[in-house]
């Protein structure tokens, strides 16, 4: 598939131009910082961007207002004290370190304790976190796919868990493949859910238009509130968005 990427200006605002074959324009705002990007057919010239970006301005100010007011998190450093959460459940982290394989438990209601080699450094500390993450999310997409298989007739022929700076998931229609992001196991279990169904209404549904739309209302009548829970949530301090 033919891409092309490119800048422009409207205004005091940078838009970044993806030219693609699809058939319809899209503009989306992501955060950090709010920075806009349109993917948009191939035929379309850049002129129709400009025009498409300034008829949707108001609401472009309203997504960057958003996310600059969104609560965010320091950058982690994976020591004792440290707030992490999982399942939407903050946590505050325990290191301790032992001579032992790394590991990550759950102790209580309140504390994750992480188990790492003596002199393990920060990214040592975090690669245990992660992978301990990754296996949790694993655990948990299965038995949603299952149930979402069978209420909405489609069938997910491959699936994976990867870090995505921009998206909470993808869908490749065509191989029948979705890709979720590992953040969702930070996120409650409703999300992850909105975000499983989201992705295989894709594989019904390419694009966001009025006929997918129609597929959340009606299987997931509460998505909307699920969405705005979800970007509500803490951003990390590298951001994803959706």
């Not at 102790?107 to 990754?134: F, I």
């Not at 694993?138 to 489609?154: N, S, T």
């Not at 998206?167 to 409703?190: F, H, V, Y």
Request: charged share 25%.
């Amino acid at each position: 598939m033919s891409t092309e990427r490119h800048t422009i200006t409207v205004g005091d605002l940078k838009v970044d131009v993806v030219r693609k074959a699809i058939k319809n324009l899209h503009v989306g705002v992501y955060p950090p910082d709010g920075h806009v990007r349109v993917a948009t057919p191939l035929q379309l010239d850049d002129e129709a961007v400009r025009l498409a970006v300034i008829s949707r301005l108001a609401w472009i100010k309203r997504q960057r207002a958003a996310f600059q007011a969104q609560e965010r998190q320091s950058a982690r450093e994976f020591v004792t004290g440290e707030s992490h959460y999982v399942r939407g459940h903050r946590y505050l982290l325990n290191v301790i370190r032992e001579e032992a394989p790394p590991r990550v438990v759950v102790r209580n209601a309140t504390t994750l304790d992480l188990y790492v080699r003596p002199g393990s450094d920060r990214d040592k500390r975090e690669q245990v976190v992660l992978d301990w993450y990754r296996a949790q999310l694993k655990e948990a997409i299965p038995p949603l796919i299952a149930r979402w298989e069978e209420v909405m007739g489609v069938n997910v022929a491959a699936w994976g868990v990867r870090r995505m700076k921009t998206k909470w998931g993808s869908c490749t229609p065509d191989a029948r493949r979705i890709w979720l992001n590992l953040e969702l196991i930070k996120k409650p279990p409703a999300c992850l859910e909105y975000i499983v169904v989201h992705e295989m209404a894709h594989l019904i549904e390419r694009t966001h238009n009025d006929a997918f739309v129609a597929l959340m209302d009606r299987h997931l009548p509460q998505w909307r509130l699920l969405r705005d829970q979800l970007n509500a949530a803490p951003l990390a301090h590298a951001e994803w968005g959706y």
